[in-house]
T-cell receptor, first 112, second 110 residues
Framework: NAGVTQTPKFRILKIGQSMTLQCAQD?????MYWYRQDPGMGLKLIYY???????DKGEVPNGYNVSRSTTEDFPLRLELAAPSQTSVYFC???????????FGSGTRLTVV | KQEVTQIPAALSVPEGENLVLNCSFT??????LQWFRQDPGKGLTSLLL?????REQTSGRLNASLDKSSGRSTLYIAASQPGDSATYLC?????????FGTGTSLTVIP
């Protein structure tokens, strides 16, 4: 099983550019999440989804958008990249939050 | 809003020593608590998951305890090894969300 796959692993964007961070899981999990990790700040939830067609905001959603058209995929969209969005982004999925989560290996994004 | 705190932020111990990492949370209405390991530049690897109804979980040299009423969890690592060097994160599930602590950076000196 591939688990949770994130692409790309690294990316440098210029201010104002847009991009989509991809996340795919092959475990048929309903729950999927996007987090960002800033140095010394822990992980903060950006958006989450409890199933195909359903998304909701987390703690820090501003500047991001998501969609969940299939169970497998949960892409994160940055429309107008800003330096404050420089971070490491993690995608996670779960069959049932009571039984834990599986994380992807992360995407390191730098906005210059 | 759930707040998760981990103390200490960094810890350095000689190889072979037993050690305890601490995690505290402000809202005791949690579904579960999970301990993760993160190596530099890598993702998160799940170590132990404790359901809200459980008091502890064990895996090899690792033992995690949970006291919901006091909002505390500990991760005990026995006979530490240099390969244990990493950042350890605790996270609690409240509602549909995971709340993370800022982690403890552990260095085990050979």
């Amino acid at each position: 099983n591939a688990g949770v796959t994130q692409t790309p692993k690294f990316r440098i964007l210029k201010i104002g550019q847009s991009m989509t961070l991809q996340c795919a899981q092959d475990m048929n999990h309903n729950y999927m999440y996007w987090y960002r990790q800033d140095p010394g700040m822990g992980l903060k939830l950006i958006y989450y989804s409890v199933g195909a067609g359903i998304t909701d905001k987390g703690e820090v959603p501003n500047g991001y958008n998501v969609s969940r058209s299939t169970t497998e995929d949960f892409p994160l969209r940055l429309e107008l990249a800003a330096p404050s969005q420089t971070s490491v982004y993690f995608c996670a999925s779960s069959h049932d939050p009571d039984y834990g989560y599986t994380f992807g290996s992360g995407t390191r994004l730098t906005v210059v | 809003k759930q707040e998760v705190t981990q103390i200490p932020a960094a810890l350095s111990v000689p190889e072979g020593e037993n050690l305890v990492l601490n995690c505290s949370f402000t809202d005791s209405a949690i579904y579960n608590l999970q301990w993760f390991r993160q190596d530099p530049g890598k993702g998160l690897t799940s170590l132990l998951l404790i359901q809200s109804s459980q008091r502890e979980q064990t895996s090899g040299r690792l033992n995690a305890s949970l006291d919901k009423s006091s909002g505390r969890s500990t991760l005990y690592i026995a006979a530490s090894q240099p390969g244990d060097s990493a950042t350890y994160l605790c996270a609690v599930v409240t509602g549909n969300q995971f709340y993370f602590g800022t982690g403890t950076s552990l260095t085990v000196i050979p």
